[in-house]
């Protein structure tokens, strides 16, 4: 079983920076492939950004590349996903997500291919 906790989410204004992270338990956490995904107010939650195990494939959604890096750091279990260039539009909750595949060699994107979910942390872009 893996737990994931998110954090860093908060309040900026457009064209500001942050930087969330998602905290894993579970040794496995390092063999996993990883996705970011948010969802705005009224809206359904979509996707944002995977990696594979590895980290060195990633994607991304058309909306946040070139903004938004994702990166995990498997020794500390950790996956972080560093948003600048934000805008009022990427206001939502964003979730990181896992995926019961041991060395995944790819990323996901869509939802019900990750089988583990944080609880999620508000991001607020003010105009």
């Known amino acids: 079983q893996v737990q994931l906790v998110e954090s860093g989410g908060g309040l900026v204004q457009a064209g500001g920076s942050l930087r969330l992270s998602c905290a894993a338990s579970g040794r496995t956490f390092s063999m996993y492939p990883l996705g970011w995904f948010r969802q705005g107010p009224g809206k359904e939650r979509e996707f944002v950004a995977s990696?594979?195990?590895?980290?060195?494939?990633?994607n991304y959604a058309d909306s946040v590349k070139g903004r938004f890096t994702i990166s995990r750091d498997n020794a500390k279990s950790t996956v972080y996903l560093q948003m600048n260039s934000l805008r009022p539009e990427d206001t939502a909750v964003y979730y990181c997500?896992?995926?019961?595949?041991?060395?995944?060699?790819?990323?996901?994107?869509?939802?019900?291919?990750?089988?583990?979910w944080g609880q999620g942390t508000q991001v607020t872009v003010s105009s």
């Open positions: 997500a896992a995926r019961n595949q041991r060395f995944g060699s790819r990323g996901y994107s869509k939802d019900l291919e990750y089988d583990y």
């Open positions: 990696i594979n195990w590895a980290g060195d494939n990633t």
